[in-house]
């Protein structure tokens, strides 16, 4: 069982670029959530997909945007970017959308922001 | 509002000392609450997670947690700490139609002396 797998694992980019982020999710997981986790704080929830549609999404602007391919992979992108949005980005599956089913964190993409 | 607050930022026990991290949490709904562990750099490793039932619950690496709904709170411990235990550990709470939205803690930093 491969868990959840994130690329790149660093990346550094300019502000007002754009970036993407992919996940591939864990074997016979169909959700994938993304998250932002600032140096010091507590991971905070981006949205969730769920086969293929954005099923929930948190306090992020619109320029905060994902996808889900039908083999449950997801990529987060982020335009414009900004000085603040340098964080570690998180994608976690799990089987279905809700929190009961529990979660499966992968390493991260490391994102700073110059 | 839903919140998560683990009020103590860093800790520092001695390696066969036994610990205890508090997490108070405010929830609308029937809380599902999460502990996990993060080492610098890495994603999130779930230590435990409760839904229903038992109160008391056992997790990875001799960890275990108890719920009390009467006072919101959700504290890990652990009889007798190893100096591999050291890391970041997080509280969480999530819901079963909150469209996979964990809420997260800010975190709190354990250190562990010889």
């Known amino acids: 069982e491969t868990g959840v797998t994130q690329s790149p694992t660093h990346l550094i980019k300019t502000r007002g670029q754009q970036v993407t982020l992919r996940c591939s999710s864990q074997?016979?997981?169909?959700?994938v959530s993304w998250y932002q986790q600032a140096l010091g704080q507590g991971p905070q929830f981006i949205f969730q997909?769920?086969?293929?549609?954005?099923?929930g999404r948190g306090n992020f602007p619109p320029r905060f945007s994902g996808l889900q391919f039908p083999n449950y992979s997801s990529e987060l992108n982020v335009n414009a970017l900004e000085l603040d949005d340098s964080a570690l980005y998180l994608c976690?599956?799990?089987?279905?959308?809700?929190?009961?089913?529990?979660?499966?964190f992968g390493s991260g993409t490391r994102l700073t922001v110059v | 509002a839903q919140s998560v607050t683990q009020p103590d930022i860093h800790i520092t026990v001695s390696e066969g000392a036994s610990l205890e991290l508090r997490c108070n949490y405010s929830?609308?709904?029937?809380?599902?609450l999460f502990w996990y562990v993060q080492s610098p750099g890495q994603g999130l490793q779930l230590l435990l997670k409760?839904?229903?039932?038992?109160?008391l619950v056992q997790g990875i690496k001799g960890f275990e947690a108890e719920f009390k709904r009467s006072q919101s709170s959700f504290n890990l411990r652990k009889p007798s700490v190893h100096w591999s235990d050291a890391a970041e550990y997080f509280c969480?709470?999530?819901?079963?139609?909150?469209?996979?939205?964990?809420?997260f803690g800010q975190g709190t930093e354990l250190s562990v002396k010889p």
């Open positions: 976690a599956s799990s089987l279905q959308g809700g929190s009961n089913y529990g979660y499966t």
């Open positions: 074997s016979g997981h169909n959700t």
């Open positions: 997909y769920y086969r293929e549609e954005e099923n």
């Open positions: 929830y609308g709904a029937t809380p599902y």
């Open positions: 409760y839904f229903s039932g038992d109160t």
């Open positions: 969480a709470v999530g819901g079963n139609n909150q469209g996979g939205k964990l809420i």
